[in-house]
């Protein structure tokens, strides 16, 4: 008979783990998708936590050779010179905040980014 074994975590080590889930498929998407200049942003004036996904990201990117940029955008639905900068990005990843991010803002980030073919990866939740 086999035994069973347990791996318990702790609660730091699962927000590792999460973060390390989270980073490894943005990389895959990004890499996929032949994107090489990413930019991160959020549909909130309330945004948090984007310098450390950039740093994670750009950090994994350089440890698996690749060539691929990631950086923060000021929130694009309020602020013209982000919308700007967002258009030069092969695309964008929105971060938004757990319980803080509102729908009807990231319904307006979302219908601008479409009205102006910026391709949007996915969301990354922030605790």
């Not at 999460?18 to 200049?37: A, H, L, M, P, Y």
């Not at 919308?83 to 938004?96: F, H, N, P, R, V």
Request: aromatic share 8%; charged share 30%; with cysteine.
């Amino acid at each position: 008979v086999m035994e069973r074994k347990i791996h318990r975590l702790t609660r730091a080590q699962r927000i590792e783990e999460e973060k390390q889930f989270t980073v490894n498929g943005i990389i895959d998407v990004c890499k996929n998708s032949k994107w090489r200049n990413i930019g991160i942003t959020s549909s909130s004036r309330n945004y948090r936590g984007i310098d450390t996904i950039i740093q994670l990201l750009n950090k994994r990117s350089k440890e698996k050779g690749l060539e691929l940029s990631f950086c923060e955008l000021k929130p694009v639905a309020y602020f013209a010179e982000a919308l700007e900068e967002a258009k030069k990005c092969d695309g964008l990843i929105l971060s938004e905040s757990y319980g803080y991010t509102y729908y009807s803002e990231l319904d307006k980030c979302t219908r601008l980014l479409e009205e102006n073919n910026i391709p949007i990866a996915g969301v990354v939740i922030v605790r």
